[in-house]
């Protein structure tokens, strides 16, 4: 829980996101309504006069050094009808970590960055910041509120799809979702790239009523020029993008996850220190291994690893990678074999997708364009 007072001449640096200009947090109350103790009141003080948010005291997600809270704005009429301010949000906070860390302050404030420009960008399909406010030892962030992860979504999926093995059926669900996540990419990199893309960095938002993917985390994204590069010209630029994008192989035993999703010179950037040929590319080889996790939930590559009830759902997903990607040696060959043929019998136009986006050569991926014209023409 956020323990820590803020006082009311606390005013944020930054200029404010949205239609707020320099605002402030005022003094919070822990104070309830009744016998109500569920909720905890907060109060925001800005040049429009007072938006009163209430958060639930026990957090809706929390992990080691972050929280994320269910807030509801009181006073909703006037403020959405007035600054546009959703009635439910998400407030996050996130504990600053040691400068050698893949949480450092410096992260975190570039990620506020990323999403201010965003803002700034009238990006659609990434996660909209509405405030935040710097601490001493963490970052809160006011959020737009997400129903659920595409990692959840695709948990749901799974169970559908294994009561009706429909083939035209599976087929269609991944082309809409894969349709979504181009579409959000090709958004996004207008003026950044994401560099961190995996399942649980998707997440199901409702915009008027109508459910789509928005991109979140952007503690490890860059900001783009015009050509899709990153300006990384002076020794400086290099210093910074290293201090920024690599950290997400340092701490937590190199985030093995993150690392499953990282494309060749992204790792060789960092790993290596080699040469900087990060670009939007960059992001379409991740896309790539979204697209096959996404295979992996469906019945028949599971059918691969039924003999082997113990397997879990992560095992699965890294035997079915290795089956595309050449990099070490492949302790589970015959597996990875197996799946990887029953992708291009029951899934060829994903399988030619995912070659071609699994190039080691960047220049050789096709664009957001060319996947976005190629998986809207498919027919199932």
């Not at 402030?24 to 104070?31: D, G, L, M, P, V």
């Not at 509801?72 to 949000?89: A, I, L, R, Y």
């Not at 893309?197 to 783009?224: C, H, P």
């Not at 015959?334 to 080691?360: D, G, H």
Request: proline share 3%.
């Amino acid at each position: 829980m956020i323990s820590d007072e803020l006082n009311s001449d606390e005013t944020i640096s930054d200029e404010m996101i949205g239609h707020r200009q320099k605002g402030r947090f005022a003094k919070r109350s822990n104070e309830s309504d009744g016998n109500d103790d569920t909720w905890k009141k907060w109060e925001w003080a800005d040049e429009f006069g007072n938006l009163f948010i209430r958060a639930f005291i026990k957090p809706i997600s929390k992990e080691e050094d972050s929280q994320i809270f269910y807030g509801c704005v009181m006073d909703f009429p006037k403020h959405n009808e007035q600054f546009g301010f959703p009635k439910s949000v998400a407030i996050k906070e996130v504990f600053f970590r040691g400068e050698e860390y893949y949480k450092a302050k410096e992260m975190l404030v570039h990620e506020v960055e990323i999403l201010k420009m965003a803002v700034q960008m009238e990006a659609i399909y990434v996660i909209k910041l509405i405030d935040y406010i710097i601490l001493p030892n963490s970052l809160v962030m006011v959020m737009e509120l997400g129903e659920e992860s595409l990692k959840h979504r695709l948990n749901r999926l799974k169970i559908k799809w294994k009561q009706n093995e429909n083939l035209d059926v599976i087929n269609s669900d991944i082309k809409s979702i894969f349709i979504q996540m181009v579409i959000a990419l090709r958004d996004l990199h207008r003026f950044a790239i994401h560099l961190a893309l995996k399942s649980e960095n998707w997440l199901y938002v409702n915009r008027n009523g109508e459910k789509m993917l928005a991109l979140i985390d952007f503690q490890t994204s860059a900001l783009i020029q015009t050509n899709g590069t990153i300006d990384n010209r002076s020794e400086k630029k290099r210093k910074e993008l290293r201090s920024i994008i690599c950290k997400t192989f340092v701490g937590r035993t190199h985030l093995p996850r993150t690392r499953s999703f990282a494309s060749p010179e992204h790792k060789g950037f960092c790993e290596s220190r080699g040469k900087n040929q990060l670009n939007v590319q960059t992001d379409i080889w991740s896309l790539g291994i979204s697209l096959l996790e996404i295979l992996a939930y469906t019945p028949q590559i599971d059918a691969i690893f039924d003999f082997e009830f113990f397997v879990k759902e992560k095992r699965k997903f890294k035997i079915l990678r290795d089956a595309f990607v050449e990099e070490n040696e492949n302790k589970n060959k015959e597996f990875a074999e197996k799946a990887k043929m029953a992708i291009e019998e029951y899934f060829p136009n994903f399988s030619v997708l995912v070659k071609q986006m699994l190039s080691t050569d960047p220049k050789n991926r096709p664009t957001v364009d060319e996947l976005l014209n190629e998986i809207t023409s498919l027919k199932f």
